[in-house]
């Protein structure tokens, strides 16, 4: 049995725990990182990266499809071909080059990767089961990095039709009839592509609306969208289980009980920690909830046991776990961080895209702020036209006193790149003024940005 | 400017690192040979660590209440002599404050690379009032037009040679590098807080980072930009303003008070609060509440201290509690034990060592009357008052507060009538006594005045069952309502 003793563990190869681990090896500290699986974590392998590229082919072949009947710029195609099998290699294709990245990066920096699945045995020693045999690290500082699962319903165990979001990232060929229990962002993301690629998609969700974590008004473009690609939506509704023949789903909504038939039953209701299976019971760590505590430096009560990620807390973004373990690292060297961003943005890669930074106008209000906003529909934004795709808006809430920018939501095709926009207004402490003040290129989506700022300041020209 | 780093000294004990407790001094103090620079705290007892040369105060190592590793470094000593106000230098081409500097060079992996992480800016530290002084930007009003100005203060030159950098990194990059805003005015700085409370102050990222990094905390500086944005020329005169006592605006009438005081747990409070809280999770506690009759005793006591009052220490309960705790233990060895429940090992000790449960000025500190079965009742007494002042005193060595195998906690006259006392782990008995009180009793056909105690004791039931713990009060019930069993030598 081998030993090796490190100053730096990674416990964990996904977007927190590789990022702390190269960022480490910067600092010139030496850093062992513990993977089982591949290296990228869930974002990299089975969730942002392979459903981004699948949601790529399938808008392409729906555009192309459509397009069968003409187009309103005039082009007019036959019948398009999916060859789905090369769409899958494509994507995984995608994936294995992150994959190598990754690995290169990790090497760069001089951070040795232990494969195998590791076991905390104290805030200071991990046992990893290697193809080789068993491994002993102990490390002066231990970043947990150990993600999330997504969560399995009682009723409808993975295994089979029933699938996650990372049995629908690997199906073989496209389903003819899907399932999809949750209309969340992942449900959503992954039942409008298949619905795309053919698929008849139905949608099951037990609240009133579709995507209930963002606002109304930024759902409707998406809830019309999906109708339109013929998804049916069942709100109010709960899945109970497969029927007796086990070829379609229950579902009761109010008193009526249907079978949905479907060859792939989606479950997609959220994400939980991984908390079981790396030892973390015998840490005895201060939880909150079903996640690991942390405070602003990702310290948990352990001395010099950090954590960072999906384990720690919503939100569950790989961009947060990113940022989380950049800092962890600073800190494990010496320097003086805190975690203390202005905001988190968030993106559905629904059609239409959805960004959300920092607060909404009804969370501002509930902070107790006065506020004003200005919202500025994709409809009077001449570059939205020219790509056909005019539903959505872009809208900024602002404190009323000093116009400062509390937050930033839009929905509309393709507006995922204006996250960075929004994000840095916020990071910089913006003011209306600011952001109305910044030359937009034209035509750009982005113009819309600051339209929308001008128009909370009761100055916006093209509306 | 040359820098003299102060480490944490060896100080005894075996011990491989204290934690401060408080700090003496902060950064931009000019400190003199043997000035006291931070108590730090072993085990228990408090060391003053005194400055070796004179010099400036450059960095804290950690906050207070941080652990430090023997050997790390305590304070970053500026010796160049140079004044503590952080003035705009030119030599690299760049304006850097001297924290800032402190910081890169930190970043170059000179000494402070093995330093605790420390100072967040967003933390409280003792207030460094700001005040008028010459400076920056008029705060409030600002449209367009100061966009246009903020814009043009970015054109300065912002890249400058490499410095001691080796690492790259988009974030490293910007340290430092970002000149403070050209041309100041002679607007003061509003006086007051720097915001209204609770709210939280608006920075960019490179000015949030430079401020954690020169240890400030953010909500105590002004923001003159829009919004009340803070920049970096805020950081610098927030620098330069030194400690100059704020003018507070007077208020007229009563004002709602939404003050908030955050009182850091450290020392001995944070100590206190690990053990307790050990205790209780990893303790199953149970409690056992039985009414002694104390007449007997109490007489007993009162006749001793009249006799004796001229020539011996006064005889509280606690010595007689003792002598019983002496009498009882050998039949209940389980009692007198501690619980090494990492080892799961139980360790019955011969020898009573009693812990008592004492009040001080700081907090609940827990003497121990050593070997009590070699002593007589006076010799308790005298032991018992010594540890107790000595513990108040804050004068109580380490081995005078360690050791105990059971412990007895009382309040006097505090005592209520039931309490449910935390066992001292790893102990796995703790007897709580409660307040005497007469009450009318029924004794031989009539109602008696008798003077009646409870004793209120917890024990570990991993390891002690509920009738061995009824058992071991009622043989010290037994003793102590007939006193003169304590001293029979059988």
């Known amino acids: ?463 | 400017m040359a820098f003299r780093s102060v480490k944490l000294p060896d100080i005894g004990e075996g011990v491989a690192e204290a934690e401060v407790v408080a700090w003496h001094v902060k950064v931009g103090d000019a400190v003199r040979e043997d000035q006291p620079l931070a108590d730090v705290m072993t085990d228990k007892a408090t060391v003053e660590i005194p400055s070796p040369v004179h010099g400036t105060v450059a960095a804290l190592g950690v906050e207070a209440g941080q652990m430090l590793a023997v050997g790390g470094e305590l304070v970053r000593l500026d010796i160049g002599g140079e004044a503590s106000a952080p003035e705009p230098r030119a030599t690299t081409g760049v304006d850097v404050s001297a924290d800032v500097e402190a910081a890169e060079n930190a970043e170059a992996g000179q000494p402070v690379s093995e330093l605790e992480p420390a100072a967040d800016g967003l933390e409280p530290r003792p207030p460094i009032p700001t005040s008028p002084a010459p400076h920056a930007e008029v705060p409030g009003e600002a449209g367009p037009r100061s966009t246009q100005n903020r814009g043009a203060s970015f054109e300065a030159p912002l890249r400058s040679a490499p410095q001691s950098l080796p690492r790259t990194g988009s974030g490293d990059e910007e340290r430092g590098r970002l000149q403070p805003a050209a041309g100041r005015r002679s607007n003061p700085l509003p006086s007051g807080p720097p915001r209204p409370a609770g709210e939280k102050p608006v920075a960019s990222p490179a000015v949030r980072k430079r401020a954690l990094e020169a240890g400030i905390d953010l909500r105590q500086v002004h923001g003159t930009g829009p919004a009340g944005r803070i920049g970096h020329e805020d950081i610098d005169a927030y620098l330069s303003a030194g400690d100059e006592p704020a003018t507070a605006t007077p208020v007229i009438g009563r004002q709602p008070n939404t003050a908030v005081e955050e009182i850091k747990v450290i020392g001995l409070r944070r100590r206190i609060a690990q053990k307790m809280a050990d205790a209780k999770r990893k303790i199953a506690h149970f409690s056992y509440v039985e009414e002694v009759d104390v007449t007997a005793l109490e007489e007993l006591r009162a006749a001793l201290n009249t006799r004796y009052a001229a020539t011996r220490p006064k005889l509280t309960l606690i010595p007689f509690l003792v002598q019983a705790l002496v009498r009882t233990v050998p039949d209940f060895p389980q009692m007198n034990a501690l619980y090494d429940d990492d080892a799961e090992v139980i360790h019955r000790h011969a020898g009573v060592h009693v812990g008592i449960a004492t009040q001080t000025p700081n907090g609940l500190m827990v003497p121990v009357l050593r070997h009590a079965e070699a002593r007589d009742l006076w010799d308790s007494a005298a032991e018992v008052k010594r540890l107790a002042d000595a513990a108040r005193g804050g004068i109580a060595a380490r081995d005078e507060l360690t050791g105990s195998t059971i412990t007895i906690t009382s309040l006097g006259a505090l005592g209520g009538i039931v309490s449910t006392p935390v066992i001292n782990r790893p102990e796995v008995a703790i007897i709580g006594v409660n307040k005497q009180m007469m009450r009318p009793v029924w004794r031989d056909g009539a109602f008696a005045p008798r003077l009646i105690m409870n004793l209120s004791s917890s024990f570990d039931h991993r390891v002690v069952d509920g009738y061995d713990a009824a058992m071991f009060v009622q043989a010290i019930r037994a003793l102590i309502e007939t006193p003169a069993l304590l001293f029979m030598d059988s």
């Open chain 1, 1 to 463: 049995m081998g030993e090796i003793t490190t100053k730096v563990l990674v416990l964990g190869g996904g977007p927190g725990g590789y990022v702390a681990a190269i960022r480490a090896g910067h600092h010139g500290l030496d850093v062992v990182l513990v993977e089982e699986q591949r290296l990228g974590g869930t974002c990299l392998n089975v969730g942002c990266i392979p459903s981004k590229a699948l949601i790529h082919a399938a808008e392409a072949y729906h555009h192309a499809v459509g397009q069968q009947s003409g187009s309103v710029f005039g082009l007019t195609v036959e019948k398009p071909v999916m060859d789905f099998t090369k769409t899958v290699a494509w994507k995984d294709g995608i994936v294995t080059r992150l994959n190598t990245g990754v690995a290169a990066l990790l090497k760069r920096s001089n951070v040795k990767i232990l494969r195998g699945r590791g076991t905390m045995v104290d805030g200071k020693t991990c046992e990893v089961e290697t193809d080789t045999g068993p491994e002993t690290v102990r490390a002066e500082h231990v970043i947990l990095a150990t993600g999330s699962v997504s969560t399995e319903l009682p009723f409808l165990p993975f295994g089979g039709r029933v699938i996650s979001s990372t049995g629908a990232l690997s199906l073989p060929e496209v389903p003819a009839t899907m399932a999809v229990v949750g209309a969340g962002y992942i449900g959503l993301e992954l039942g409008t592509a298949f619905a795309k690629l053919g698929a008849k998609v139905t949608v099951v969700e037990t609240a009133d609306r579709i995507l209930p974590n963002y606002d109304a008004e930024l759902t409707r473009p998406v809830a019309r969208h999906v109708a339109n690609l013929g998804i049916e939506v069942l709100l109010g509704a709960r899945a109970t289980g497969l029927s007796a023949s086990g070829d379609a789903l229950v579902v009761e909504t109010g008193n009526e009980t249907r079978e949905i038939p479907a060859d792939a039953v989606l479950v997609a209701v959220g994400r939980k920690p991984r908390t079981a299976g790396w030892g973390l019971e015998r840490l005895d760590l201060d939880m909150s909830g079903p996640f690991i505590r942390i405070d602003e430096r990702c310290a948990t009560s352990m001395r010099n046991v950090w954590a960072v990620g999906d384990v720690t807390g919503d939100p569950m973004l790989a961009h947060r776990a990113m940022a989380q373990g950049e800092m962890v690292a600073d800190i494990v060297s010496g320097l003086p961080r805190a975690f203390h961003k202005v905001a988190i943005p968030a993106v559905c890669f629904t059609d239409p895209e959805i960004v959300s930074a920092g607060l909404s106008p009804d969370d501002a209000k509930a902070a107790g702020y006065e506020i004003r906003t200005g919202v500025f529909p994709f409809g009077a934004n001449g570059r939205a036209m020219t790509l056909a795709a005019g539903d959505g808006f872009v809208r900024v809430t602002a404190r009323a006193d000093n116009h400062l920018v509390l937050g930033i939501q839009a929905v509309g095709a393709g507006i995922s790149e204006l996250s960075a926009s929004f994000g840095l207004a916020l990071e910089m402490g913006a003011r209306l003024e600011d952001v109305a003040g910044t030359i937009h290129a034209h035509p750009t989506l982005g113009e819309a940005f600051q339209e929308a700022n001008l128009k909370a300041m009761g100055e916006a020209i093209h509306i």
